[in-house]
């Protein structure tokens, strides 16, 4: 009776366990590689994000402390009967804060041929030592900024609202998410512009 | 000889004995799947409230600055011939501004204040949102505070700016609130 069980699996049997042990396979591996993935994906962009701020918190010290914003370009002007903005502007791809603790310059920094770039954040600090700092390594796609007046009024007082508008575009760091972009924007705005800040009326 | 229980297992397995081993097999694969499904959502999550945070600093930026113009631009927002002066709230939670401020475009806008249907020269400049994000919006309630002595008599107002976004097309809609207090003389 021994001899007879022990023949073994016949084809079909295996045939029919193998299907089985595929199928199976596969739907947890489905499962598992679109959950890889999506956590791949989101903890890359969260590492952008995370650039993108740790640029952000210094740019947003800097031009609070500007007291005066110089770009590539002059700034744009938007009247005060005008009530949209232009559609058609063009960009810096550098601006420079000059404040009491130092002159700063940010710019899209060069990077090798082929390769996604940093934002570089160049200058002396208040104390006269060099400043020289890159963001974002290597995940800046594009920097560009943009120093824009808005004539106003408080009331009846004359007002320059003066704002740096930024556009970022950040790539992602993983060679398995090849096309995944991060599009961010920001608006900041200035403290101590003598003459043109939100605090005080502009001299016109 | 072999031993009864080998005996036994060369007869293969019963249905029974399979659906029991899948059962266990389901038990422990199943937590794990939920497990990353948690984790990517948990990170997701926060990618958009990260954005959140930076689109709501934009707009508090800008009305902390203002802040002290208040009274000013209430004084432009008075219609002359009524007797009722404007609230920082009847500004701030307008039909129209608040249109402007949910308006999703792809370029930076510009939200003028208004009033009723009178625009005023001050206004707050918008960045374009990413796609996920669907509203944009402002909450106000004014703050009554037993210490306005002490705080110079100011009429304080928290200011919530809100904003909900979408992580997938047809899925749950998801909010964050960012609170400010606003002064105004």
Known sequence: MIAKKRQGFTFPEIVIVVSLVSMIMLTIFAFFSSGV??????????????????????MKKDIANAEKIEAENLPLQIGETEDLFPDDVVYDRKVTFTGKDGIFSYS????AKGESSFVLRSGKNARGEDVYEKFGV???????????????KFGSLPQDFNQVLIK???????PRLPEDKLYF???????????????????? | MMPSFFLHRIRGFS??????????????????????NQSTQKTNVSMYLFLAMHYADEIAQQLQRMAPHFDQILAEAKDPTSQTTPTLRDLLMDGNFLNEVKKLD?????????????????????SPMDGHFKTRTLDVYPLVSQTSSILGQKNFWKVNIILE??????????????PIILGNP
């Open chain 1, 138 to 152: 290597p995940r800046i796609n594009s920097f560009e900024v943009l120093h824009v007046i808005k004539k106003g």
């Open chain 2, 15 to 36: 249905m029974a004995e399979i659906m029991v081993a899948v059962f266990i097999v389901g038990l422990i694969i199943g937590p794990l799947v939920l497990l990353l």
């Open chain 1, 108 to 111: 899209q920094g060069a990077a």
């Open chain 1, 37 to 58: 993935r999506s956590t791949v994906k989101g903890k890359d962009r969260l590492d952008s994000i995370r650039a993108m701020t740790l640029l952000l918190a210094d």
């Open chain 2, 165 to 178: 976004w979408k992580e997938i097309q047809n899925g749950p809609t998801q909010s964050a609130l960012f």
């Open chain 2, 106 to 126: 792809n370029n930076f806008t510009l939200a003028f204040f208004q009033f009723g249907a009178k625009k005023l020269q001050a206004c707050l400049m918008l």
């Open chain 1, 168 to 174: 970022m575009v950040l790539d992602s760091n993983d």
């Open chain 1, 185 to 204: 924007t920001h608006v900041l705005v200035p403290n101590r512009l003598p003459g043109s800040d939100w605090s005080s009326p502009a001299e016109n």
